[in-house]
């Protein structure tokens, strides 16, 4: 199944998510947002990383818990390639999230994500399938 | 495409979205027939109008001729709001708080430094940090150095060394917004504002040295110390990381707002709280944190760039006569003096994408320039040309004192991507003499001059509709991107 899938927009950059589940659709989120910065195959799962978020609905929890990678990417340099959502509802998750910290010479930084917004922001369940929509700031 | 709402053209450069449903007040756009058709592509006339569902709008939300798609309001928006009965928005103003744009001039002419802008781009990209990761290796903020910096911006820039008391009179609001409450800042904006001070940024934030090109007012261009064919240099960059964490620390703090103070949202990112609320107070307070964070890194990474024309150019320091024109603010909301049925009143005006154009004789327009008007500088794409322009009367009493901002992006970066893919962007902007330097060939591809509407178009609007006055043209010759 198709992980994601770009959307146009003349700014920033729009995205898709598709999961069976829930925290299918998380993990494909986490998944998507490091496939735009990088290229994901060249980062290795290195280090490994708890993260906790909460969140008032699920549309919330899935900002927030983008903006979390974001952060740990902007804050520490780092790249991420695995994310095993492990305990999840709409309010709450939590994950194991794997990679490794940036190299200049080694990954290439393809686009430069700078916010995860709420404009346009949806979650939802249709025809047996979760689909989420994200807008980037660039 | 059909669309929900009605447009009327009023004259040749604007048009009126009338008010129904929801909207509280009339949308306002400026823009050509042509441009029109091409804004209709996208849904930032549809963002012009969830902006005046917003309670306590004042006037009308207006759309400049940049506009584009944005998240939430649309970029090239400015919306005022009455200051009892109106909100405050962050996703008025925008991620990156304070976005803005810096004009140096020199005393150097375009013939001195030519041949020399190999090494004078290469210098400027090694000194100025830019790109993941990047940061000032010689500068290490303790937290409450941090916090003197949110407090003073670039007034605390000239107070440890870089640049002079008399860059400060010509910066918006002297470089430093009033009411900047550091203690309401996270501990994570903190972090990512201490690591990042001084560096550049990505994606359209760039350092170009240019010319002047074309001078349509002689004397206004004199007085903002602008000769045909001298050296100029534009910096565009914001408060970064930080600026992004404020913002994203205040919609949650707003999203609670609204539902409290029952505020129905069209779009989630519009999240906002009344002005006088505490919410409302205290986003106001952490904003100005984040602008006074944008005035110190651009009065930095200007000390960079006169220490830069030294080095490559075997200059003597002062001797290149880097002096600021002016520096304005592109994503902001300020608390301003507006005329409103006739009567003074002051104003929450939002302006994302969006430039202050204040008239001639105007308290807030610098002392320099109070017989021109405030500068307004609007940067184009890398391959054509920037402009020079002053506010009028006109902006100031029809669209609260402001104007354009920039090109404004007509294609996505996808699309841009797709279209350079098999071209060399650098080798195609060498041959019409312009040195580009980027941290990676993404950023090039993204920001080909294609992708952007074409700025003197957007600049004749703003001319022809009275909202800025022309006063010069401004062309590249090296640029170094994040």
């Known amino acids: ?138 | 495409m059909t669309y929900k709402y009605k447009i009327e053209k009023i004259d040749e450069y604007s048009w009126r979205i009338p008010r129904e449903g929801k909207m509280r007040v009339d949308g306002i756009v400026y823009a050509n027939e042509t441009m029109m058709k091409e804004i209709q592509k996208d849904e930032s006339l549809q963002q012009v109008i969830n902006v005046s569902h917003l309670p306590g709008i004042v006037g009308h939300s207006f759309g400049m001729p940049d506009i584009h798609w944005g998240y939430g309001f649309p970029i090239g928006g400015v919306a005022a709001f009455d200051l009892d009965d109106g909100v405050v928005s962050p996703g008025g103003v925008g991620y990156d708080i304070n976005c803005g744009v810096r004009l140096l001039r020199t005393d150097l002419q375009r013939i001195e430094i030519v041949h020399k802008l190999d090494s004078l781009v290469n210098t400027l990209f090694s000194s100025i940090p830019s790109g993941v990761g990047s940061h000032r290796k010689d500068l290490r903020l303790s937290h409450q150095e941090e916090k003197n910096v949110l407090k003073n911006g670039a007034q605390w820039a000239v107070s440890q060394g870089y640049g002079s008391k008399n860059d400060l009179e010509h910066i918006e609001e002297n470089g430093r917004i009033a009411g900047a409450d550091p203690e309401l800042i996270s501990e994570r904006a903190l972090e990512r504002g201490k690591a990042q001070l001084g560096t550049l940024g990505s994606g359209n934030h760039f350092v170009e040295v240019g010319y002047v090109s074309e001078v349509y007012d002689a004397k206004i261009a004199q007085t903002l110390g602008l000769q045909k064919d001298s050296i100029t240099i534009v910096v565009h960059t914001g408060s970064r990381g930080f600026g992004y964490q404020v913002c994203d620390d205040s919609i949650r703090t707003m999203i609670k707002a609204s539902k409290e103070f029952n505020i129905e949202l069209p779009d989630r990112q519009l999240c906002c709280a009344p002005i006088k609320s505490q919410q409302g107070q205290d986003y106001l307070a952490k904003m100005a944190c984040a602008a006074n964070y944008a005035f110190a890194n651009r009065q930095m990474i200007t000390h960079w760039i006169k220490e830069s024309f030294e080095r490559s150019l075997h200059i003597n320091p002062g001797e290149s006569k880097i002096s600021v024109v002016y520096d304005v603010c592109h994503n902001i909301a300020r608390i301003e003096d507006h005329i409103v049925d006739g009567r003074k009143k002051p104003l929450c005006v939002h302006r994302k994408g969006a430039t202050r154009a204040f008239p001639p004789h105007h308290a807030q327009t610098p002392d320099a320039y109070k017989e021109v008007g405030q500068p307004v500088l609007i940067p184009g794409d890398m391959g054509r040309c920037s402009y020079v322009l002053v506010g009028t009367e006109k902006a100031y009493t029809t669209t609260f004192g402001s104007t354009c901002h920039g090109a404004g992006r007509v294609m996505s970066r996808g699309k841009a991507k797709k279209l350079a893919s098999s071209r060399n962007i650098s080798r195609e902007l060498k041959e019409k003499g312009i040195l580009v330097r980027a941290d990676s060939r993404a950023t090039m591809d993204e920001e080909i001059p294609e992708a952007y509407k074409d700025v003197t178009e957007v600049v004749d609007v703003v001319e022809h509709a009275g909202i800025s006055k022309k006063i010069a043209q401004l062309k590249p010759l090296c640029v170094i991107k994040g």
């Open chain 1, 1 to 138: 199944m198709t992980k994601y899938k770009l959307i146009d927009h003349t700014a920033d950059i729009g995205i898709d998510i598709f999961g069976n589940t829930l925290s299918d659709l998380f993990s494909n989120a986490g998944f998507a947002m490091f496939d735009i910065i990088t290229d994901i195959t060249a980062v290795d799962a290195k280090d490994e990383h708890i993260v906790r978020i909460e969140g008032i609905d699920k549309e919330q929890l899935l900002v927030n818990w983008l903006g979390e990678l974001l952060y740990l990417h902007d804050v520490k340099c780092l790249l991420f390639k695995d994310f095993l959502i492990t305990d999840m509802n709409k309010n709450h998750l939590t994950a194991t999230i794997r990679g490794e910290k940036y190299i200049e010479t080694k990954h290439a930084i393809n686009t430069v994500i700078k916010a995860v917004t709420h404009h346009a922001l949806s979650v939802r369940h249709e025809h047996n399938q979760w689909k989420a929509r994200v807008i980037f700031d660039l």
